[in-house]
């Protein structure tokens, strides 16, 4: 069923400031400022409509069915997402993991390099985006961090796959059948807040 008209609102925390153009009949570019920096975020071609009412981003659609009410929600989250990173920050922690060949880690200039990953002669390079820091700790930590969710989530999957292994990549060692397969590898360990 359809509905004429519905409306989500997100309160703006203290300390933020937010401002909302529109590019477009259906376009807007939406700028959250904080005390860590900014973030802009682009929506194209959204049913949504988006505009700055007593304190908070209210966003409403018109004749909304399931997609649009689904819009509201995610828009939703991406703006919860951008005042969190602009306040308080993003850090995601991988672990370095290997059984055999030693991988070495580390960050030349705005690249990371990930080396002699199963024994392989050939780097793993990877561009670290703009906005996005990486240190290496130790021999097996990896910590990802900045202000835009998008960017450091993205950045630290990209990371991950760039060491998966699948089919006969990953052959279960010492030849046996079912096992695990080979488990080397940077895996995502988890996510907090830069600032509590």
Known sequence: MRVVYSVEEVEIP??????????????YIVKVK?????VTKEFKNT???????????????FKARKREYAILGTYKG?????????TRGW?????VIYTHFPMLVKVQGNQLVIE?????????TLNIPKGVK??????????????????VSTFAAAVQAATELHGDERPSPHGREGGLGVVDGIYVVGYEHIKS
Not at 116 to 124: A, C, E, H, T, V
């Open 14 to 27: 203290k300390g933020v400031s937010v401002s909302i153009e529109r590019t477009g009949p259906f376009d």
């Open 78 to 86: 991406i703006l919860k997402n951008m005042f969190l990173g602009v």
């Open 116 to 124: 002699n990953f199963l024994g392989r002669k050939s780097k793993i």
């Open 134 to 151: 990486v240190e290496v700790k130790g021999k097996e930590d990896i910590v990802i961090e900045g202000i835009d969710r998008e960017l």
């Open 91 to 95: 850090r995601y922690k991988l672990k």
């Open 34 to 38: 904080g005390p860590l920096g900014e």
């Open 47 to 61: 049913p949504v409509v988006m505009s700055l009412q007593d304190g908070k981003i209210v966003m409403e659609v």
